[in-house]
């Protein structure tokens, strides 16, 4: 029984790394039981800032292929490119002219990813959360499952549905609900355990990717900083100690448990006798991932037909409430 709609992102931008496994796909394969669910290839998203035409070609259909191998069943789900859909485009304008530039100016994202220099910043990447918000209202989308960097933008796409609502003097969207949960919701850097593993950081040993190879993986746990201390026998005793906890916290996402059943099985371990340990679990987990997705980009033409299938899908279920939207705003029917 469907319990309601789920629609995600993901950016094809660079590799795909375990922060992106653990704090969304992995999510996404475990509730495709429970929801109807559109997974969106966020194209559109990614050119806010410069990507090199070829690079992006390559990683959409690298993206697409990592989310198949990890469990995503295209048939049973929209698997889409957001390019594909063009209402999200359609409707993020109409968001544009609900979202206040206040609101715009409280998103911490676009102030890291502007640098110092804001003046040079692309336009769509001011607007990004405008887009983001249409990609989850366009389907009337009831729940998001994303990592916890993505939750400031879901309140934004909370307050953009129920100014709408407001304005127009109707209940038409839904208030979507994040769903952040489990111990892999904020994978950290293996080399700075206080800043976010992320696509962009320029150190390749800072984040373990789906695509790398047994050897890699255990080369950069070996690598990964820690302390010179124990691992301690209470979650208590991870204070003040980021990376301990962040290379337990992928521990207890990875074996399916809790950070507290980690840290019971590894108290006082030392991390030479923990990193051994945990490169036999991420290499158990990414290697037959990285096989399937191997196998699966041989054949793109195959990856090309999925995702046209699944684009099809998801413009059946936008087009009538982009339609629904513009006959609410106003605008005159083009037939
Ligand atoms: P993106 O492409 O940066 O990341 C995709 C998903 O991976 C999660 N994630 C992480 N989770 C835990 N730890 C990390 N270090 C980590 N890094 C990334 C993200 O939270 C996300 O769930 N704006 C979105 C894409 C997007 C979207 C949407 C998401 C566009 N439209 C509509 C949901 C709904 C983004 O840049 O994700």
Redesign the pocket.
Known sequence: MSRGRI?????P?GNL????Y????RNWVALQQDYECLF?I?DL?AITVWQEPKELLRSTREVAAGMIAAGIDPAANALFV?SHVPAHAQLAWVFNCIARLGWLNRMT?FKDKAGKDKEKASAGLYV?PN??AA??LVYKATH???????KQ??ELTRDIAQKFNNDYGMNFFPLPEPVIRGP?????SLRDGTK????SDPSDFSRLNMTDTADAIAQKIRKATTDPNPLPDAVAGLEGRPEAENLLSIYAALTDGTLEQAVAETAGWTFSQFKARLTEVAVAVLGPIDAEMARLMADPAEIDRVLARGAAKARSIAEPILAEIYATVGFLPPH
């Open positions: 629609l995600s992102g993901i950016q931008t790394h375990l922060g992106n653990l704090g969304a796909i969106c966020v998203h957001q994202q990004y887009l983001m990609d989850i998001v499952p994303v990592g916890e960097d993505q933008h879901l892999g919701t904020r994978v950290m976010k593993m992320s696509k």
